[in-house]
């Protein structure tokens, strides 16, 4: 069956907003993605290797691997059972839930950063009290964490509500009625049914971890070696004039949001072919 036509615009029109829609991506994408890489390799491979070999380079990239590795896995459980709670029961204060959920899109990171600081920081509301049981959340790994999981947590609910929403609960009343206990409906008929829709959820939400900056400098103090993640440490070189150096680090984090693009479309591809396996 051929398809029709979406609109009624001539094929000059047509083809003018395409070549607008390429120029406009490729000046601010596309250009700016080929200048990191170039900027990165313009003095050799061995520059490189060694900007990305420096302590305070490993220790960067083993502190954003560490905040996305601890926030990831949380915010896809919370998400799983926010999800699973919005759209399977109806409750007072679910509107207000759900604009919760979104609040972190809403609030600018800095903010974020500066309210756990206000919270958890030595002149803070609990900071006397941390003090005093020697625990340090600011300027330290958890505040890192902390600051991650806050601007990260909409990003797997948000895929899966209106997923779960659209395929509403025949399957699992069905699983219910033939004597299935809540675990295995869970394992057996909601895992399988959202499997796309939360690997994607993931990978956004891992993608905006570990290329989080603003929340995270409020908190992680900018210590060299010890609480600076891979941004931030980006922006430490560049502030030095080590120019290499901070595009080598921002060639690997431009690396890893081209792998999460692909993986990302990777999924897509597999969501829409599944889709036609249904129909």
Not at 126 to 151: K, N, S
Not at 232 to 249: G, P, R, T
Request: net charge positive.
């Amino acid at each position: 069956m051929a398809h029709r036509p979406v609109t009624t615009e001539s094929a000059p029109v047509r083809w003018l907003l395409i070549g607008l829609a390429v120029i406009v991506l490729s000046l601010f994408l596309l250009l700016p993605l080929i200048a990191v890489f170039v900027e990165a390799f313009r003095r050799g491979w061995d520059v490189v290797v060694a900007s990305m070999s420096e302590d305070a380079a490993l220790s960067a990239i083993k502190m954003t691997l560490l905040a996305a590795g601890i926030s990831v896995p949380l915010n896809t459980t919370f998400g799983i059972a926010a999800a699973w709670l919005i759209t399977k029961f109806r409750f007072r204060g679910r509107s207000f839930l759900i604009t919760l959920i979104d609040l972190p899109f809403a609030v600018s990171p800095v903010i974020a950063g500066l309210v756990f600081v206000l919270l958890f920081g030595a002149k803070g509301w609990f900071g006397p009290w941390l003090m005093e049981h020697d625990l340090q959340i600011i300027f330290a790994l958890p505040g890192i964490v902390l600051a991650t999981v806050f601007v990260t947590f909409p990003f797997v609910a948000r895929e899966l509500i209106p997923l779960m929403e659209s395929q509403g609960s025949d399957q699992e009343e069905a699983a219910v009625t033939l004597g299935a206990s809540g675990w295995q409906i869970f394992r057996r008929v909601t895992i399988p049914n959202i499997k796309w829709g939360l690997l994607y959820g993931v990978l956004l939400c891992n993608a905006r971890a570990m290329g989080e900056f603003g929340a995270v400098s409020v908190v992680s103090g900018h210590t060299r070696g010890k609480t600076n993640t891979l941004p931030l440490h980006v922006e430490i070189l560049y502030n030095e004039y080590q120019f290499s150096a901070a595009f080598a680090c921002a060639a690997l984090l431009a690396l890893l949001a081209l792998v999460t693009l692909g993986l990302k479309t990777a999924v897509e591809h597999f969501t829409g072919h599944s889709a036609k396996g249904r129909h």
